[in-house]
């Protein structure tokens, strides 16, 4: 039993080397990226890989949703030691269910800034330099079409879809957008993100639309329709979901991109 109580202790204490080991080489990074970059020092398709390898090299007794949590909360400190910055919150979906998804997704040293509805949280991050905003996949309270904000090429746009390791029993199951602005070549565009506005909505167009894409719906009086947040998967394009809504007798009136982020990695529930 001592034996095994060293071993421990040898690894806590190998494990806390490398972090700090870690800490040293993010301090040579910041100054690397201080001339370098602007916006959000996150790095949506890098952190989706690093997310990717460790649930496939995962075995043993400890639960996945202890390491995934352990990660994110390593991956977010060190981002925010790189370029500090805070978590604004949209907690009209529900205030618990909010706080969960942020403190697992980004731990406590990461501020945290609630906001009651979709739009405060919006504009916070399009005046800030790189704060994330956090707001759930299905949010219409109270703001409506919250998404149109993101239509501007300055405006921030979604560069992340949370939980991003996808299970049945996921600890912070909530589905969230996560709003920023991050350099070009770090966004994550498997799954593109489109504000869209259609005349003639209906049951129709929205059954046709719900076979090929995720989406939210809110009433758009200017076309007398709705307004659209859809997600279209790899592989399906917006000609595609415009033929869709055609055929379903709508009319597509514009369309703008305002985001993209990784495919959800799905693993089994245990």
């Avoid at 400190?77 to 706080?99: E, I, N």
Wanted: hydrophobic share 50%.
């Amino acid at each position: 039993m001592g034996d095994l109580r060293k071993e421990i202790d040898r690894i806590d204490e190998s494990m806390h080397r490398l972090l700090m080991e870690r800490g040293d080489i993010i301090d040579r990074l910041i100054a690397v990226k201080k001339s370098q970059e602007t916006g959000s020092a996150f790095r949506p398709m890098r952190e989706a890989d690093m997310m990717r390898r460790l649930v496939q090299r995962h075995k043993g007794i400890l639960p996945l949703d202890t390491v995934e949590s352990i990660w994110r909360v390593i991956i977010s400190t060190f981002t925010y030691v790189q370029s500090p910055f805070s978590v604004h919150a949209d907690l009209s979906a529900g205030d618990a269910l909010m706080r969960d998804s942020a403190r697992f997704h980004f731990g406590f040293t990461v501020p945290f800034i609630p906001h009651m509805g979709a739009a405060g949280v919006v504009e916070a991050v399009s005046t800030s330099k790189g704060d994330l905003g956090l707001v759930a996949a299905a949010s219409v309270a109270g703001d409506g079409a919250w998404w149109n904000a993101l239509e501007f090429d300055a405006a921030p746009k979604i560069i992340a879809r949370l939980p991003f390791v996808e299970r049945a029993d996921h600890p912070a199951a909530l589905p969230v957008f996560v709003i920023s602005r991050v350099a070009a070549d770090a966004m994550a565009t498997e799954a593109a993100v489109w504000s869209i506005r259609v005349s003639g909505w209906g049951s129709g167009p929205a059954e046709a639309l719900s076979m090929l894409a995720d989406f939210v719906a809110v009433p758009d009086r200017a076309f007398d329709g709705a307004a659209l947040l859809v997600t279209l998967p790899h592989g399906v394009s917006l000609d595609t979901i415009s033929a869709a809504l055609v055929k379903a007798g709508a009319t597509v009136r514009s369309s703008a991109l305002v985001g993209s982020h990784a495919t959800r990695y799905t693993v089994a529930a245990k």
